[in-house]
């Protein structure tokens, strides 16, 4: 109650913080040297009352204080301790306080940590910055206060979803809102760049940290997402085109452009009109990820709360945003001095463009399927759904230029490149469809799709590994990114190829057999939890060697609300996962048995990893 | 003549242009053929002809249609006016229960017979796919 006010109007006096800011950096903007000692402390005054705010959610929720109704739509008494913490960001209300933190921290840094850039750059930064935290802060107290009260107090709240019970997506939100807001300082400083005529190499600089920063929590939080849906939601997978994923990843292939784009800016300045058109990109595409997920448009996983007035006061905002960025882009962008940048057809800036064009193309591809059906709902009032095949398909078949080109692309020089010199880059190529085609041989998988794709794939692990015993290496960070994609590439290639997957039902001490697996149902306990009550059923799973591994899946049904969830049992090791889930089918005494073997589901998780640390080495090479 | 330099970005122009007619078909083309219509049990008695392509059906569990054994799971899906018996193989979500809104993807053997090949996920006790809220809405 005391918690829920203090937060409530910690919010009110953010808002009012952020009229001050940008009163006084209007004022500022025409006439002072420095950005003034005052603004410095009112951005930080406005990032402590959003924390004060914040923290109030979390202590209400600790406390269980049920007059707060967030806290009793999204909380119950007997949750862990943990999950009342993380239930926090769990919900909508509790994730836009995130996102506003986030926001307002980030700005924060933003303004301390700029060094060597023009007063008035930083003052312009920290306007559009503001617009959209008010944005934000409006939002949050009009559509979806997260200290709205409730009288009488109830004795007992609803309880969090079980299925966000879970330690992975307990700091997944937060990660990935990382990368989001990070996106947001890009946007803003792109703006403001573009206003002043200062985008130059000097800025590209400048602002590539920034877009290191969010494309490594970008990457790590969504990594984190697909592993929780792997091991939580036992669909046997780690990535099923579903919108909400579909959301997360779209900005991440905008970023990830924008990455290679300002590498070609602050080396050759040219591409600037291209850079600011992905940064406002990027950033629109994260607005429209929590418009679509937070709106209930979407019919997914992610859909819990749906209000159609925070979803029209989104749009709206969005609408402004885009405006505004398009307005400034049109009449303050001026095109580079007309300096005669020649492109040679074989050149590093030639090679990311053209991955450009592909990654652009596979961000057009993702929007399509994802908004498509929403137009045609609206439209025709038709329901229609889009699957794999559709990505797969339209995705897959593009993969293999774009991987030969990130082989070569980073072994050309800038400007103008010779091949000569360059045999082993054809050596490599023959092995790699040798060596792709034996494996494939091998297991008698005979797809030609399927052969080509691999040994593109392994053309890009050998060249990027060829490169960290080279004593010429430049770009570790490039090369350990690469890396990690040509590993994540070809252990998504083998686990699809080499998968395996048994469903039955079965009873308690009943067998399932073929060929190759005996699977016996051997047992079924039962457990009393605080929150909920487990069923643990005990299999002897026997292959064609004769090994015998021992699983124990769950099932829990929690108390409240009462939701039953499947706990996957997975043993992981190096070369393969082996996976099963059971599910109870209803009045009956049968078990819905899921049992896979996928290879190499580590690889694909460490993979990204390492993409991700590719990521962050470039960051902190900046630093030293 | 015009200078190589004009011919050049011309050529540029068009390949960009081709690029994009290119993608947009490729796009339509295959969302044509991958797409999934989602129809009520009333809508499919109803209808003329009968859609032989991969569709999604939605409605509620009918109340002790549940049976299986160890290869299928049979059970009747309704939406109070009409009903299509479905017969499925596959791993079944924890919220598919009897008198629950539920969706199943696979092709209609014929006017009451579903085969499917997916039963989609729903995750919260409370929440009902908007499909089968329209489809059990026009009853």
């Keep these: 109650m005391l918690y829920s006010t203090i937060g409530h109007y910690s919010l009110i006096l953010g808002l009012g913080v952020s009229l001050l800011i940008v009163f006084s950096s209007v004022k500022n903007f025409q006439n002072s040297k420095t950005v003034g000692i005052n603004i410095l402390s009112f951005t930080f005054l406005q990032f402590f009352f959003v924390v004060v705010s914040f923290f109030s959610l979390i202590i209400s929720f600790v406390l269980s204080d049920f007059s707060n109704e967030t806290v009793f739509n999204n909380s119950h008494t007997t949750k862990p301790f943990f999950y009342k913490v ?46 959209i935290i008010i944005g934000f802060f409006l939002f949050l107290i009009e559509t979806s206060n997260p200290f709205n009260y409730l009288f009488p107090s109830p004795d007992e709240g609803l309880g969090l979803n079980p299925i966000l019970q879970d330690p992975a997506l307990a700091i997944h939100p937060p990660i990935l809102y990382l990368g989001y807001v990070g996106s947001s300082i890009i946007f803003s400083s792109a703006l403001a760049a573009t206003s002043l005529n200062l985008v130059s190499r000097k800025w590209a600089s400048h602002i590539k940290k920034w877009i290191l920063i969010s494309w490594f929590f970008l990457t790590l939080g969504i990594l984190l997402g697909s592993i929780w849906a792997y091991y939580e939601l036992g669909w046997g997978g780690f990535w099923f085109w579903d919108p909400v994923e579909n959301v997360s ?272 149902f051997e047992s079924l306990n039962q457990k009393q939890e605080a929150n909920y009550k487990s069923i643990i059923a005990n299999f002897n799973i026997q292959n064609s060697n004769g090994d015998i591994d021992k699983f124990s899946p769950e099932l829990r049904i929690y108390n409240q609300p009462i939701i039953v969830t499947s706990e996957a049992d997975i043993q992981t090791s190096l070369m393969k996962d082996k996976f099963i889930v059971i599910n109870l089918v209803q009045n009956q005494k049968f078990f819905n048995v899921r049992y896979q073997e996928k290879p190499f589901m580590l690889w694909i998780w460490l993979s990204v990893m390492l993409i991700a640390i590719g990521g962050l080495s470039g960051l902190l090479k900046r630093r030293l | ?126 929440y009902m796919p908007p499909e089968v809220k329209a489809a059990l809405g026009e009853k």
């Design chain 1, 86 to 131: 993380a239930g926090t960001w769990g919900n909508h209300e509790g994730s836009l306080l995130l996102w506003l933190l986030v926001l307002t921290l980030f700005i924060f840094i933003f303004i301390l940590k700029t060094k060597n850039q023009p007063t008035k750059y930083k003052l312009l930064t920290l306007i559009f910055q503001q617009i």
């Design chain 1, 249 to 520: 990843l779209m900005p991440w292939l905008a970023l990830t452009t924008l990455l290679h784009c300002i590498l070609v800016l602050e080396r050759k300045s040219i591409l600037s009109s291209w850079v600011i058109i992905l940064s406002i990109a990027t950033f629109t595409l994260s607005m429209c990820g929590t418009f679509l997920v937070r709106s209930g448009i979407l019919n997914s996983v992610h859909t819990f709360a749906n209000d159609p007035e925070r979803g029209l006061f989104i749009l709206i905002f969005l609408f402004i945003l885009i405006f505004l960025s398009l307005f400034v882009f049109f009449f303050f962008h001026k095109n580079e001095q007309k300096v005669s940048h020649r492109f040679f057809w074989l050149s590093k800036e030639t090679s990311i463009l053209i991955n450009n064009w592909f990654m652009m193309y596979f961000l057009s591809v993702v929007l399509i399927g994802t908004v498509y059906p929403i137009f045609l709902d609206v439209i025709t009032s038709k329901k229609i759904s889009v699957g794999p095949p559709f990505y797969n398909k339209l995705l897959v078949p593009f993969l293999i230029p774009f991987l030969l080109m990130m082989a070569v692309g980073p072994r050309l020089k800038w400007i103008k490149s010779q091949l000569e010199g360059k045999i082993y880059l054809i050596t490599l190529l023959i092995i790699s469809i040798l060596l792709a085609y034996l494996i494939l041989k091998n297991f008698n998988q005979n797809i030609l799709i399927n052969t080509v794709l691999v040994s593109s794939a392994f053309y890009l692990f050998f060249i990027s590994s060829r490169d960290f015993f080279s004593d010429k290496l430049k770009n570790i960070s490039q090369n350990i990114a690469h890396f990690g994609f040509s590993l994540f590439i070809l252990s998504i290639l083998f686990n699809n190829i080499f998968s395996s997957e048994i469903i039955t039902n079965l009873k308690v001490g009943e067998t399932f057999e073929n060929s190759e697996t005996k699977i016996v």
């Design chain 2, 1 to 126: 003549m015009y200078g190589r330099k004009v011919k050049l970005r011309f050529l540029f122009i068009i390949i960009i242009l081709i690029t994009l007619i290119l993608t947009v078909f490729l796009i339509l083309k295959s969302l044509e053929e991958n797409v999934v219509y989602f129809q009520s049990p009333s809508e499919i008695n109803s209808s003329a002809e009968l859609n032989k392509n991969k569709i999604r059906i939605g409605g509620m569990v009918k109340k002790n249609s549940i049976s299986v054994n160890a290869n299928e799971i049979t059970f009747i899906i309704t939406d109070f006016k009409n009903e299509i018996n479905v017969t499925y193989t596959g791993a079944i979500p924890n919220l598919f229960e009897e008198e629950k809104g539920v969706v199943a993807e696979g092709t209609l053997k014929d006017r009451n017979f579903f085969s499917a090949s997916k039963i989609l996920a729903k995750h919260d006790e409370n």
